[in-house]
């Protein structure tokens, strides 16, 4: 993966993304974060068939695994993030 000059990893940015990555204030109703589904002892993925939704909603899809998630052309089955 070509990194953008400029865009290099440093270890506030690590920190900032770890961060991000397990607040719930991302998620629309501020009940779930990224790790609630994307699991890192389940290598960034989710056991379940179905992922839970915001709102305590059941989920329409499973949380594929995050890694190398750098390389895919885009995020979710209709394209959006």
């Given at each position: 993966m070509v990194m953008p000059t400029g865009n290099e990893?440093?270890?506030a940015r690590?920190?900032?993304g770890k961060r991000l990555f397990y607040d719930k204030v991302l998620?629309?109703?501020k009940s779930i974060s990224c790790a609630s589904c994307?699991?890192?002892t389940l290598?960034?993925?989710d056991n379940?068939?179905?992922s839970p939704g915001a709102f305590n909603r059941p989920g329409v899809r499973n949380a594929p695994s995050l890694a190398n998630v750098g390389y895919h052309p885009y995020l979710l089955r209709e394209?959006?993030?």
């Open positions: 990893l440093t270890k690590w920190e900032l998620a629309i109703d994307h699991k890192p290598s960034f993925a379940r068939a179905l394209g959006s993030v």
